[in-house]
C-alpha cells in the first residue's frame, strides 16, 4: 500500500513539471526594419515562463505587445485563460490595457488581454522578450509580437542649428562674464 502511495506521488510530481512550459530560446540576429511574432500554449494546469533572445547590430525603435485571448462559455467555465499574464522586454515590463469583451449572450464571452509597451529606442546588442503566467485546467495561449524600426537619425541641418544656437549661447554667456 505504501508503494502505492509513493508512486502516486513520484507521478504527481513529474505531471506538475511536465506541465510547465518554459527556456529560453535563442532567435539570433534580427534585421532592422522587421516584425517578429511568437506564440506559446500550455494544454494543462501549469506556468508559463518563456523567453526569447535576440540581437541586434544596431539600435532601433522597439515596440512590443502580448496577448492572451480567452472564452468564457455558461457551464463549461474559461477556457484558455492565463492568470497574471505578465510580458517584459529587456526588464521593462509591458503595461495591460483594458479588456476587450465580446459578448456572445447567454453567460458566453470571449474576452482578449492585451499588454503593450510605449516604443522606445533600443540599442543595439542582446535583448530579451519574457512571457509567464498561470494556467487552469482549461490550458492556455498567447501571442506576442515584436517590431523594430530604424531609430532616427537628426539631419545634417538640425545639427548644424543646434551648434548654431550652443555657440551664440556660449557668446552671450562670455560676453555677460566679461561685462
Known amino acids: 500500500m505504501k508503494l502505492k502511495f509513493v508512486a502516486a506521488a513520484v507521478l504527481s510530481v513529474a505531471a506538475s513539471f511536465a506541465a510547465q512550459a518554459g527556456g529560453t530560446i535563442g532567435v539570433g540576429p534580427l534585421a532592422i526594419p522587421s516584425s517578429w511574432t511568437v506564440t506559446g500554449s500550455l494544454s494543462g494546469v501549469g506556468t508559463i515562463l518563456d523567453s526569447w533572445t535576440f540581437t541586434t547590430a544596431e539600435p532601433s525603435d522597439a515596440n512590443a505587445s502580448a496577448s492572451n485571448t480567452f ?25 495591460a490595457l483594458p479588456n476587450f469583451v465580446t459578448n456572445l449572450g447567454g453567460g458566453n464571452s470571449i474576452t482578449e488581454q492585451k499588454l503593450t509597451i510605449v516604443p522606445f529606442t533600443l540599442g543595439a546588442g542582446s535583448h530579451t522578450l519574457s512571457i509567464s503566467g498561470m494556467v487552469g485546467a482549461g490550458g492556455g495561449s498567447y501571442s506576442a509580437t515584436l517590431a523594430l524600426a530604424p531609430a532616427p537619425v537628426p539631419e545634417p541641418e538640425t545639427l548644424a542649428m543646434m551648434l548654431a544656437g550652443l555657440g551664440a549661447l556660449g557668446f552671450l554667456a562670455r560676453r555677460r562674464q566679461n561685462s
Open 71 to 95: 472564452v468564457t462559455l455558461s457551464g463549461l467555465g474559461i477556457l484558455n485563460q492565463i492568470s497574471n499574464f505578465s510580458a517584459t522586454l529587456d526588464g521593462n515590463p509591458l503595461v
